[in-house]
């Protein structure tokens, strides 16, 4: 309605308007050619770093397998911030590459190349902890009947293992896709001005209240596209077959190349691609405890080493503020949303019917949209008073963030809460009743005891996810409560200072720490 009726009456404005705008058009294009290009890059990184680390004997695989999964502890736009901060236009690791390509200019990490370069190592964390798992499921008995028959180890892992992943290699394909398509922070901090996305355009025009419509309409782009992929990908997936030809499975041993040119390949492109993980991670830890001038220059001075940077961050309320804010929202987000839905599985489980359908597709429809329409449909639909708020208005408040952070996570949390409850053994709850206990009683006692190890969980995954938010936050942030998200954008500018820069070094060790302790607890 605020799109194509925002008077009452219809209107084409924002159509025809879009359509004149070359940035706009641009945009689309940009979107479409990085969520297919990550198919491509995202798949070829992905399952050769979990057949480097699950299947093929590879010298030091643990430790391979460790920095492959930094993805796991930093994301979004510190990731974004965290490679700019080692290959930007003052990155610590340009003047090293301009002596051995002196004509490499200083913006040379920018673009459409940089951002899927950035986009593909950050993306891997599904194949790390989806197709890990399928693998370790492959039957090794096929492996050695196809050895016995007389293949080789590419034609195994061709025609025996591959397919067997198929599923699971869909399912990633497609989140890579959607990924690209609804992507945010990199093409921002990164794609400059030659390669901007829909996201970032959106929130161009959003920040206007001239140009809104435009920015709500290509929202709606976006999630129409999204929603007609996801139907798309789900009708070719059901006409798919997937079976296993054994009754009895043997786990999955590693296999060791015996040609000893592509085993050197295979250990010098593994280790390769660990750098390039672990590098920025090093990088960022080693450079939060330097001072100004080593930061600036990006000269590694280890003698200026200090704790001056945190003694800064943690010892001054306007540095410390965006963190506790985040951790705050992220929080509260977490706790509030495992709250409700322990309740909404439990009567979704309990009273099957029409009903319960209904209310679980509904709550399904955070999965179908993309964070930045949900974000944008947000800020225009409660941005007046309305009678669901009791006459209040929304928009612009400062609880308008912590309600996204909630919407955003139900579908996750519903989910595996679901699953949960349906794995308790019905007998339990009959044991209950039969003791006299009524349905809150037995709900309290009985049921609940049994999925907090996977309410926890998923309260702490969460957590996490949020802590580092910047796509909802840029749109729905209160002024004086600005998340760390924000703060971290800011000191990718080139313009920010460099107390900036080193409080943001300072900033993504922190939420690294507390990432990879939340996820070591989980």
């Known amino acids: ?28 294009g940009h979107s479409l050619l990085l969520a297919v290009t990550l198919c491509i890059t995202v798949n070829l990184v992905g399952i050769f770093i979990v057949l480097a680390t699950e299947y093929f004997k590879v010298w030091g ?8 999964s930094t993805t796991f502890i930093y994301g979004g736009i510190v990731l974004a911030a965290g490679y700019k901060f080692v290959y930007g236009e003052s990155g610590v690791l340009t003047p090293v590459l301009q002596t051995l390509l ?10 459409f190349w940089a951002v899927v370069f950035v986009m593909t190592f950050a993306t891997t964390t599904n194949h790390m902890l989806f197709l890990s798992a399928a693998l370790a499921k492959v039957d090794n008995q096929t492996i050695e ?69 435009i920015a709500a309409l290509l929202a709606l782009i976006l999630g129409l596209t999204t929603m007609l992929l996801l139907w798309i990908m789900t009708r070719i997936e059901r006409g798919q077959s997937y079976f296993s030809v054994s009754k009895v499975s043997t786990r999955i041993e590693k296999q060791r190349l015996t040609n000893p040119v592509a085993n050197a390949m295979l250990h010098l492109v593994a280790w390769a691609l660990w750098l390039v993980y672990v590098t920025p991670v090093v990088l960022i830890i080693v450079f939060s405890f330097l001072d100004s001038a080593s930061i600036e220059s990006g000269h590694l001075a280890l003698n200026h080493a200090s704790l001056d940077n945190y003694t800064r961050v943690f010892g001054q309320s306007d540095a410390l503020r965006p963190l506790l804010v985040s951790i705050a929202y992220s929080g509260a987000a977490a706790i509030i949303c495992v709250i409700a839905m322990l309740f909404v599985a439990r009567m979704i489980t309990r009273y099957p019917g029409w009903l319960s359908n209904l209310v679980e597709n509904l709550l399904h429809i955070p999965w179908l949209l993309p964070s930045t329409m949900l974000a944008l449909g947000l800020m225009m639909a409660y941005d007046g008073p309305t009678p669901m708020l009791f006459g209040h208005t929304l928009t612009g408040m400062l609880w308008i963030l912590l309600v996204a952070y909630v919407l955003v996570k139900i579908p996750f949390t519903l989910r595996l809460l679901k699953d949960a409850f349906i794995g308790i053994n019905s007998s339990l709850e009959e044991a209950a009743s039969n003791l006299g206990a009524n349905a809150l009683t037995t709900f309290r006692k009985v049921l609940v005891p049994m999925v907090m190890p996977t309410a926890l969980a998923i309260g702490a995954l969460n957590f996490n996810s949020q802590l580092e938010d910047y796509d909802m936050a840029v749109f729905l942030a209160h002024p004086l409560y600005q998340p760390l998200g924000l703060t971290i954008a800011a000191a990718t500018d080139a313009t920010a200072s460099t107390d900036s820069v080193a409080n943001n070094l300072v900033y993504t060790v922190v939420l690294m720490a507390i990432t990879a302790t939340v996820m070591v607890l989980v």
């Open 1 to 28: 309605m605020s799109t194509f009726a925002p008077d009452g009456h219809f209107s084409g404005r924002a159509w025809t308007t879009l359509m004149s705008s070359p940035r706009a058009r641009a945009s689309l």
């Open 61 to 68: 695989s643990k430790i391979l397998a460790l920095g492959y």
């Open 102 to 111: 002196p004509s490499l200019p200083d913006d040379w990490f920018g673009g």
């Open 145 to 213: 009947a196809a050895r016995n028959m007389g293949a080789g180890p590419w034609t195994i892992l061709r025609r025996v293992v591959l397919p067997v992943l198929r599923p699971v290699l869909f399912a990633v394909t497609i989140l890579s896709f959607l990924t690209g398509l609804g992507a945010l922070s990199a093409p921002l901090v990164i794609g400059g001005t030659e390669f901007q996305t829909i996201a970032p355009i959106i929130l161009a025009f959003a920040n206007s209240s001239v140009s809104r419509d």
